[in-house]
């Protein structure tokens, strides 16, 4: 077991009320800002103290409300590493990543310097200090600091948020890398879903304090437990309807004036979401043969073009609002533009049902 | 049209632009004449060098210097650990130590004198103890210390406590993972982190000491080699004539500017290797 948490905290205004069990690491914590992530990851590091609960990391217990067990941030071996990364300004980075090990012979420090140096690719900046360094280098410095005492579990809180889009992208695939190079356990907080999709084994999302959803990112990308954990994790199109029946597994849903298939755990007469992720629905001209298997084909008319980002985001009132995201080119190809009806299709499994009340 | 707009704007600015010359003129050379004059009536009068090497103003100097760094010693040694913690620590009440600790800035340096003699006098408060056994700190050295180190501390608690407030707080939670303890937090992450603001307020501590007078007179006394400092010493040379005083003033001068300089273009450069 990764981490077994229960923390309960008043932060001024704030409260936070996180449990969580992770079995499998890396563990990445995702939520809005403001949710609660920093502070949980800060008391796991021991530098918050909650005012109850318990926290235990590889089935180790740092902190125990109620047998009084709370050890001290420095016999923690967590390996920190906050956000902007806090590095020491008036050290060099061989000296901030070597602050940790004092302990050390210093032949033994030095060595291991080196090779987390090494390790990092810092080799040729080690005298520099922190303000003449890249964002990119800084981010490598601390995580190496973090490494260099041999941590039972590194703590990132969002560690590509500093950065600019293409470091990040190239650093994100080091750190992947290095982390399973190294084994370390690792817990990461972000408020950015692509990184928890490229990062976790386990996903945590966070609101208002409260842990919302712990699973695989398939589960909680796929099946998020409720409305804001959808909106959250990218799921645009979510619509009220009632199931009207069941049929091996599948569920009729009518939403609309329409019928939609689709699957998760509910039975014939409930209130459910209608949830669809936009990057799964399918557009197509009125009147084109349907050469895929899937079992939703609706119609309706274009009611919104917008781009996001290499996509364009399209609304489709199918009776009700379903966005799709599409390729700029299926734009060109089928001339979509407000106004124009066309067909959405999309797989019975790419829709999930949400139980309401 | 736009172009007398225009002219309009740049007549405006070139307006404006006179003003604060002048304005920064008016400021500067008040603040300049009385240091220049000082310089070159110095130079003027009578073997300068000759006055300056004399056994009167090279006491006072050796004083004033000895003085002021044992004072400027325990200012640090006391006000860092103090400055670090009303810095971290909030607890009801702050807002009166904080008030407390600022007060002499704003007394009267007499009215610190006369509340040292008060206190550590022969008859004073603890004084009266200490003269039992034996201990007289009124119009010694050690009181010069004491009066500087009274009216200076201040300076250096308010700036050492500001440096401590700016620093990243994740830096010191960084530092605890990585197995430091309190007290290794505030040496190796605290005070190096805030060593700027530090030596700004070690300077203007310093210099606060250097200055002084009110107190000390008032505590302890003006007597050569022991007690008078340099400002004491320009005050009591005045009743023999204007030549002492004219050249351990023209010295004061130039050190204290000296000094300032020095450490502005320290900062300077450490805020470019920090």
Redesign the interface.
């Known amino acids: 077991m990764l981490l077994d948490l229960a923390v309960r905290c008043r932060l001024g205004d704030f409260a936070l009320d996180a449990e969580l069990a992770c079995e499998r690491g890396p563990l990445v914590i995702i939520g809005p800002s403001g949710a609660g992530k920093s502070a949980t990851l800060?008391a796991i590091?021991?530098?918050l103290t909650p005012e109850s609960g318990r926290i235990a990391v590889n089935e180790r217990v740092l902190f125990d409300s109620q047998s009084g067990v709370d050890v001290a941030?420095?016999?923690?071996r967590?390996?920190?590493v906050?956000?902007?990364y806090?590095l020491?300004?008036?050290?060099s980075a061989e000296a901030n990543v070597g602050?940790?090990l004092?302990?050390l012979a210093r032949d033994e420090a030095r060595a291991r310097v080196r090779e987390l140096l090494a390790l990092t690719g810092l080799d040729e900046q080690r005298i520099l200090?922190p303000?003449q360094l890249s964002g990119g280098q800084r981010q490598r410095v601390a995580l190496a600091?973090?490494l260099a005492?041999r941590p039972e579990v590194l703590l990132l809180d969002e560690p590509f948020a500093a950065l600019d889009a293409p470091t990040r992208a190239a650093l994100l695939e080091d750190v992947r890398s290095l982390i399973s190079k190294t084994g370390v356990a690792s817990i990461f907080v972000t408020h950015d879903r692509n990184e928890a999709l490229r990062l976790a084994d386990t996903v945590a999302v966070m609101m208002d304090g409260r842990i919302r959803q712990v699973g695989t990112p398939g589960d909680v990308f796929g099946s998020p437990a409720d409305e804001e954990v959808a909106t959250f994790v990218g799921v645009e199109t979510i619509a009220a309807g009632r199931v009207r029946s069941l049929n091996e597994g599948v569920a009729l849903v009518d939403v609309g004036g329409q019928t939609v298939e689709g699957g998760g755990d509910v039975s014939a007469g409930d209130e459910v979401l209608v949830c669809v992720r936009p990057e799964d629905v399918v557009l197509s001209k009125v009147g084109e043969i349907d050469q895929t298997s899937a079992r939703n084909r609706l119609r309706g008319r274009v009611l919104r073009v917008a781009p996001a980002g290499p996509f364009v985001r399209v609304e489709v009132d199918v009776g009700f609002a379903l966005v799709a995201l599409v390729t700029r080119q299926s734009v060109e190809d089928l001339g979509i533009s407000a106004g124009l009806d066309c067909v959405a299709t999309f797989k019975a499994s790419a829709v999930h049902l949400i139980r309401r009340g | 049209m736009a172009v007398r707009v225009e002219r309009g704007r740049s007549l405006q600015v070139a307006a404006e632009t006179v003003a604060i010359v002048i304005i920064s003129a008016v400021v500067l050379l008040f603040l300049a004449l009385p240091v220049f004059a000082i310089i070159e009536r110095a130079l003027e009068k009578t073997d300068v060098f000759d006055v300056a090497s004399s056994a009167r103003v090279t006491e006072a100097l050796r004083l004033s210097f000895e003085t002021t760094a044992i004072s400027l010693a325990l200012v640090i040694a006391f006000g860092t650990p103090l400055a670090y913690w009303l810095a971290r620590t909030k607890f009801p009440g702050h807002e009166v130590l904080d008030a407390l600790i600022d007060l002499p800035i704003v007394l009267p340096p007499a009215v610190g004198g006369l509340g040292l003699l008060m206190a550590f006098g022969r008859n004073g408060i603890v004084g009266s103890s200490l003269h039992d056994i034996g201990i007289d700190l009124a119009f010694t050295t050690a009181a010069v210390v004491m009066a500087q180190t009274f009216v200076a501390s201040p300076f250096y608690i308010r700036a050492a406590k500001a440096g401590f407030e700016a620093i990243?707080r994740?830096?010191e939670?960084?530092?605890?993972?990585?197995?430091?303890?309190r007290a290794?937090v505030f040496l190796?992450?605290a005070v190096?982190?805030a060593?700027p603001a530090l030596m700004a307020g070690a300077v203007m501590a310093w210099a606060r000491a250097l200055g002084e007078f009110g107190a000390t007179i008032m505590f302890a006394g003006s007597f050569p080699g022991r007690t008078q400092t340099v400002p004491l010493a320009v005050y009591r040379s005045l009743e023999t004539g204007v030549d002492v005083p004219l050249a351990l003033s023209a010295i004061l001068v130039v050190i204290s500017f000296a000094v300032l300089l020095a450490f502005r273009l320290l900062m300077k450069r450490a805020a470019f290797?920090?």
Do not use: N
């Open positions: 800060r590091a021991g530098v941030s420095q016999l923690r967590v390996g920190y906050p956000q902007e806090a020491f300004p008036h050290l602050f940790g004092r302990g200090k303000r600091r973090a005492i | 990243d994740d830096l939670d960084v530092a605890q993972t990585l197995g430091s303890s290794g190796r992450v190096p982190a060593m290797t920090l």
